[in-house]
Nanobody, 125 residues
Framework: QMQLVESGGGLVQAGGSLRLSCAAS????????MGWFRQAPGKNREFVST????????YYADSVKGRFTISRDNAKNTVYLQMNRLKPEDTAVYFC??????????????????WGQGTQVTVSS
């Protein structure tokens, strides 16, 4: 089993930045594609970003492209989401997830096998 723990969330003003971390234990992240998703109150969970096992391929939702950057440090068993120029509409609980589906990148929630508990990000206007 793999456990994922997110950290780095908090309250920030619009235009500010946060860096989320997702630390894995139980298994090495090296063999997993990783993703970030978010869920705002009253809304469905939505895809934010994904990165393949090597860090060589990434993909972003249009709503965050150019503002968010996903990265990973397999030696530290950690994945990051750097969030810049935050907007009030970025307010949500952010979840990281790990996929055993293969060597690609994955945009859909069902492609992921392990999920963290989430970290709250609140952006004030």
């Amino acid at each position: 089993q793999m456990q994922l723990v997110e950290s780095g969330g908090g309250l920030v003003q619009a235009g500010g930045s946060l860096r989320l971390s997702c630390a894995a234990s139980g298994r090495t992240l090296r063999n997993y594609a990783m993703g970030w998703f978010r869920q705002a109150p009253g809304k469905n969970r939505e895809f934010v970003s994904t990165i393949d096992w090597s860090g060589g391929s990434t993909y972003y939702a249009d709503s965050v492209k150019g503002r968010f950057t996903i990265s990973r440090d397999n030696a530290k068993n950690t994945v990051y989401l750097q969030m810049n120029r935050l907007k009030p509409e970025d307010t949500a609980v952010y979840f990281c997830a790990a996929s055993t589906s293969g060597s690609g990148i994955y945009l859909l929630g069902p492609s992921y096998d392990y999920w963290g508990q989430g970290t709250q990000v609140t952006v004030s206007s």
